[in-house]
């Protein structure tokens, strides 16, 4: 059992690993989105975008047998994440809550 927990927790940590790395991925690519936003004088937030993402991200959990609510509370606090660096490049106030990729 010892052996199968060990390369059990092998995989883990690779697939932890490529979580990271898709993530940085992403924020390099929200970050120009934010730049290109800035720099066209767009709104920040994009219901309709959020709205389908949302929808998205249901049907991509539950094909994935992953607790819907969980990938809605990650991709929130990715959102939030983006949201807050789009504001320190572009000054916008934290009055324009959402940034949506």
């Known amino acids: 059992?010892?052996?199968?927990?060990?390369?059990?927790?092998?995989?883990?940590?690779?697939?932890?690993?490529?979580?990271?790395?898709?993530?940085?991925e992403?924020?390099?690519?929200?970050?120009?989105v934010g730049q290109l936003k800035a720099s066209s004088g767009l709104a920040s937030l994009d219901t309709t975008r959020e709205n389908a993402q949302n929808e998205r991200f249901a049907q991509l959990a539950k094909a994935a047998d992953v607790d819907g609510e969980l990938v809605q509370r990650v991709f929130d606090?990715?959102?939030?994440?983006?949201?807050?660096?789009?504001e320190m490049v572009d000054g916008r106030a934290q009055s324009h809550p959402s940034v949506n990729h």
Do not use: P, Y
């Open 1 to 24: 059992m010892s052996d199968e927990l060990d390369a059990l927790r092998v995989k883990i940590d690779e697939i932890d690993a490529g979580l990271i790395a898709l993530l940085g």
């Open 77 to 86: 606090e990715v959102r939030a994440a983006v949201r807050a660096e789009h």
């Open 26 to 32: 992403r924020f390099k690519l929200t970050r120009r």
